[in-house]
């Protein structure tokens, strides 16, 4: 289910509970608030527009699914919240805000508010949503005068909430999370959040799935192999799995099976096959779509040196490791007639 076409009618009720970190004094805590927020229809409405341009980032929001059941979690709540009252919401949230403290164990994780609401969508869908939101600080310039105001969140940058939206899907609901700190370059949500705080999980999104397995079956492959040309065969056939091959899904086994043998074969599947992914899943390569479009690799020369190229440019390239007099010879003819197009000498620091 995707979240692109989602349009919020209204938001009923929100309440804000503030969230003091974790000090070396002292652990995270919750200042809970007893009273329902209150806001006019200007401040309703960029609420839902915050919230919009958050869930339909399509690099930064995912669809999760529950890990934790158990009395006490967010799954729980889900199938009381829409009858509650609203004293019987503040109750909720006030416990929620709680759990959300403590999952606040790192001293690096900032504090914030936790605003914690429900609504409708155009669809009459109900919604429920959780926003971890980090104070900031901006200025602003009145009367010719730069003036700081602090304590400022949900700014249109983003970059400093997450959000748990829970769509009602018949008799359940469906967990999305947005994360600001998402990036290409991650391999993984914010744990603290997702994981500790709203039990849910990311183990089965095909989306983080597929580039996390790109990412690690490359890196597997340049660590370990250390010929040039197998290298390359190697990252070919990995780009060859996301970008041809027709059956949908991705088998990390099967890949083992395919382009690895004895040691090699054993290392790959312990790291890689038992640990990570044990069971085939649906191919989605939308996060690394782009990487597979540049299919740009690295081949190390030194340790602070490295060609970068893609795998075509770099099929035909060949490194000799301690040259001798009698390679030079070897190579002399290839490059008198052309075969050798160009030399790199990487010289050993006096």
Partial sequence: MKLATLEIA???????????????????????NSSLLKFRKLEKEILIKRILEALTSTTKTFQLDYEDKSTDSVYSLMTKVKKQTDKEFIVSSASLAEELAYAHFRTKIPGGYCLIGNGLTKN??????????????????????????????????????????????????????????????KKDLTEYFYGTFLGLTTDRNDKLKSKNFYEDTKSFI?????????????????????????????????????????????????????????????KDISLVENRLELQR??????????????????????????PSKQTMKDIEPQINNGQIRKMILVKQAT
């Fill in 222 to 282: 340049e660590t370990n192999i250390d010929d040039v040309h197998d290298r390359i065969g190697l990252l070919k056939a990995l780009n060859v799995l996301y970008r041809e091959n027709t059956t949908g899904l991705i088998s990390a086994r099967e890949f083992s099976d395919n382009y690895f043998e004895g040691e090699l074969k054993t290392k790959f599947e312990k790291k890689i096959v038992e640990e990570k992914y044990p069971i085939s899943f649906t």
């Fill in 10 to 32: 209204s938001i009923d009720r929100v309440i804000a509970h503030e969230i003091h970190p974790k000090t070396m004094e002292k652990d995270a805590f919750a200042k809970t």
């Fill in 297 to 322: 690799i690295s081949i190390p020369l030194s340790y602070s040196m490295s060609i970068v190229g893609s795998t075509s440019e770099l099929d035909t390239l060949d490194i000799i490791n301690d």
């Fill in 124 to 185: 009459n869908e109900f919604f429920f949503f959780v926003i971890k939101a980090e104070l900031q600080e901006v200025f602003n310039v009145h009367n010719n005068e730069l003036t700081l105001i602090k304590d400022v969140f949900l700014s249109p940058a983003k970059d400093f909430y997450k959000i748990g939206f829970f769509l009602e899907s018949g008799s359940n609901f469906i967990p999305f999370m947005y994360d600001d700190q998402f990036s290409l370059q």
